[in-house]
């Protein structure tokens, strides 16, 4: 056992320099949505100069692809991400607000370390393979978009995690853990209301008011919030309000959705509800009501057959070794926060470490523990990833691993900052190190992924079902 550790941890200090060196460059392209073609390049690059046959666009995705070495059974799967998020632009490793270029786009949830660390992970599970010649294939997916319209979910219903016998992945966090956490579905759309333009003041019963659709159907999904099941979410935002001259009637308005729910069922239940407000909306102002459903995730949560193997060499191989100067660093980002946030993080502290602790954390808030996996302990998050449509189509499992200061707040310059820092650097070889370790135990174990096969089985009624009709294609260009 201690052997198959070993050769994982030489192979991820082998290629230690390349693949910080990507994360780094991949931090500075710092790539919208279906834009991240460095990206993409630089990881194929080095899948390919690895001895990786690679296959791109897929999915109709100009920017997905993934990397395939070896044959036979197991088929492993490891997810990896690399796309960044709007207006959070800033320099790597600085603990002060400092974008590279203002308003520009920055690597807020630590994608450019989750798509270098899985391929790391790749790479050792090949070399441990070829070294032990092991029949077995592994596939890196490189998986755009997640924090755009999505990817996996176009992903799983083109097939690509059909033939996987078990997938493992990672997601950049403040505490090293296998999560027995779930994560909601998701389904959003945009409603069109078509009205009669007229003169507001003049003729206004001429007028059929597309924006008092709009507004209607609000009041209607509001009223709806006190009936919805706890956990459920839905939101909205005006996509065009139908222009800015208020003695005009507006013909045309739009509105966008996002309902949320524990299961794909229960999502598809609550949005043909809100759909339901919408034509009455409609029909209550003498209006056209077309929607046309944009984007859906199915609901995630770690499978819980093999979630214990993952966890286990989540203990075995431990958490980053962190040192003096990774913890005076972390300590700045963490100041860095508004006196409110501070109070806050500190009550998050407290629920998760203990009240006693918290002055100590404070200053050195780096997670250098391991929290066991425990399927007792899983709740609802509100949050939505396109993992979940992995989950559905092949056994799945997420790790998180610490790459930024306890407490830090996603999808801000200050996780933007820390994705490029030593912080980062520790906590995805990391990250690589156990999912590689991962798949070498769970290789030999068919018992437990035909186990693995069943619970997916089960949840998914016998095959995967994409939650997104067969007509909606990824938004290429719109982001």
Wanted: with cysteine.
């Amino acid at each position: 056992m201690e052997k198959d550790l070993e050769q994982i941890r030489a192979s991820v200090a082998a290629h230690r320099e390349e693949i910080l060196s990507a994360n780094d460059r991949i931090h500075g392209f710092a790539e919208m949505a279906y834009q991240e073609f460095q990206s993409s390049e630089l990881l194929i690059g080095l899948l390919e100069e690895n001895g990786f046959q690679v296959e791109k666009g897929l999915a109709d995705m100009p920017t997905c692809f993934l990397g395939r070495w070896g044959k036979g059974a197991p088929v492993m799967g490891i997810l990896g991400e690399f796309d960044a998020l709007e207006c959070l632009s800033q320099e790597a490793g600085n603990p002060e607000h400092k974008p590279v270029l203002e308003g520009a786009p920055g690597h807020g949830c630590g994608h450019c370390a989750l798509g270098t660390a899985s391929l790391s992970a790749a790479i050792a599970v090949k070399e441990y393979l070829e070294r032990n010649q092991k029949s077995g294939t592994v596939i890196y997916f490189g998986c755009p978009a997640e924090e755009g319209a999505g990817a996996k979910q176009f992903m799983a219903r083109a097939g690509l995690f059909d033939d996987c016998d078990f997938v493992y992945t990672w997601h950049p966090a403040t505490v090293n853990q296998v999560s027995a956490d779930s994560n909601s579905a998701i389904m959003g759309a945009t409603f069109t209301f078509d009205g009669i333009t007229a003169h507001a003041g003049a003729c206004p019963w001429n007028g059929r008011s597309a924006l008092d659709a709009c507004e209607l159907m609000n009041v209607g999904c509001n009223y709806l919030r006190e009936h919805m099941e706890d956990g459920q979410r839905v939101h909205y935002a005006y996509s065009n309000a139908g222009g800015s001259q208020p003695n005009v009637v507006p013909a045309h308005a739009s509105v966008k959705y996002e309902v949320r729910a524990r299961r794909v069922s229960e999502v598809k239940e609550l949005f043909a509800r809100v759909v339901d407000i919408a034509k009455g909306a409609a029909l209550m102002t003498g209006t056209k009501l077309t929607y046309e459903v944009s984007m859906a995730f199915s609901d995630f949560e770690s499978n819980r057959t093999l979630a214990p193997i993952v966890s286990d060499c989540l203990k075995e191989v431990g958490a980053p070794s962190w040192d003096d100067e990774d913890y005076a660093l972390a300590e700045k980002y963490l100041r860095s926060y508004d006196p409110v946030t501070l109070d806050h993080i500190r009550q998050s502290m407290a629920e998760m470490f203990g009240a006693e602790n918290v002055p100590e954390i404070e200053k050195r808030p780096l997670h250098a523990g391991v929290f066991a996996f425990d399927p007792r302990s899983g709740k609802p998050q509100g949050g939505s990833t396109d993992v979940g449509d992995v989950s559905y189509a092949a056994p799945t499992v997420e790790l998180n691993i610490a790459t930024a200061c306890i407490g830090n707040i996603g999808h801000t310059w200050q996780m933007a900052g820390q994705a490029g820092s030593r912080i980062a650097h520790k906590g995805l070889l990391t990250a690589a190190e156990i999912m590689a370790l991962a798949c070498v135990r769970t290789m030999d174990r068919t018992d437990l992924i035909q186990k693995a096969k069943e619970e997916v089985r089960r949840k998914n009624g016998g095959h995967y079902q994409c939650p997104l009709p067969d007509s909606v294609k990824p938004p290429i260009g719109t982001y």
